[in-house]
């Protein structure tokens, strides 16, 4: 059944719920643990942007 369009159907008749378990660990395993720093590439993901000659 398509979701979106001319013919789309009530998306509740294809949702289905999905099982989540969270877990609490130990604060002594935590101690030395940071945050992820920011990735070093300045918003061009890697690409090089081509020297233009005028």
Do not use: F, S
Not at 4 to 11: F, H, L, S, V
Not at 28 to 33: A, K
Not at 35 to 46: C, D, F, I, M, V
């Amino acid at each position: 059944m398509p979701l979106w369009g001319p013919d789309a159907g009530d998306p509740l008749d294809v949702c289905h719920p999905i099982g989540i378990e969270v877990y609490e660990v130990d604060a002594e395993l935590l101690d030395d643990w940071a945050p992820p720093q920011r990735a070093a590439y300045r918003n061009l993901h890697g690409m090089n942007l081509p020297a233009w000659k005028g």
